[in-house]
């Protein structure tokens, strides 16, 4: 797998509070993407990157908004969060035409 | 846009049985298709993936899957479940036909349970 690490692992906020979630990579991948985890849901893009600077929303863009100041970093806000953005949240990078994950991100907004 | 389905949403298995799931998408012609695996409290995993050539794709950990093209499928299969094979799988196709993004739809998973 690409080396993806993301940070924090867990998170515990409270409602209305502005919450970052970063993910790292060490390939150069190009292409970054957030996903949301939810039961019966499988994964949904949040937002992707496909370059420094460039980022598109995805298909459960309302409520986040991203960030991608170098290569190796892309960032994901929840402006204000809500109790229904408790999910785990993976990024995933692309490389040779491949998804890899990171670790997750398991987040509980109270 | 494409469409992916995965028709078993909670499969149980005892030891040694055969596993086939089912994955099925929505637009013909020559595609990339993934399976991916997740073990209990971990991230995603690529299993195996199919670009071109042979339709019957061999991946980890005893795995295959084959292409067909004229069913829009893409069916995983083991021979002999292990207990260590319990875990969520997805299937995945682009997207979009031809896009240069990488944007993957996902399956909404299924979950496999082995019973040892």
């Known amino acids: 797998d690409a080396g993806i690490t993301q940070s924090p692992r867990h998170k515990v906020t409270e409602t209305g509070t502005p919450v970052t979630l970063r993910c790292h990579q060490t390939?150069?991948?190009?292409?970054m993407y957030w996903y949301r985890q939810d039961p019966g849901h499988g994964l949904r893009l949040i937002h992707y990157?496909?370059?420094?600077?460039?980022?598109d929303k995805g298909e459960v863009s309302d409520g986040y908004s991203v960030s991608r100041s170098k290569t190796e970093d892309f960032l994901l806000t929840l402006e204000s969060a809500t109790s229904s953005q408790t999910s785990v949240y993976f990024c995933?990078?692309?490389?040779?035409?491949?998804?890899?994950f990171g670790p997750g991100t398991r987040l509980l907004v109270l | 846009a494409q469409s992916v389905s995965q028709h078993n949403h909670h499969v149980i298995l005892s030891e040694a049985a055969s596993l086939e799931l089912g994955c099925n998408y929505s637009?013909?012609?020559?595609?990339?298709l993934f399976w991916y695996v997740q073990y209990p409290g971990q991230h995603l995993q690529l299993l195996l993936k199919?670009?071109?050539?042979?339709?019957l794709v061999k991946g980890i950990k005893g795995f295959e899957a084959e292409f067909i093209k004229s069913k829009f499928s893409f069916n995983l299969r083991k021979p002999s479940v292990q207990w260590s094979d319990t875990a969520e799988y997805f299937c995945?196709?682009?997207?979009?036909?031809?896009?240069?993004?990488?944007?993957?739809?996902f399956g909404r998973g299924t979950q496999l349970t082995v019973w040892p």
């Open positions: 995933a990078t692309r490389g040779q035409e491949t998804q890899y």
């Open positions: 390939e150069n991948h190009r292409y």
């Open positions: 990157s496909y370059g420094v600077k460039d980022t």
């Open positions: 637009y013909g012609g020559t595609v990339n």
């Open positions: 199919y670009f071109s050539g042979d339709p």
């Open positions: 995945a196709v682009p997207k979009k036909r031809g896009s240069t993004l990488g944007r993957l739809y």
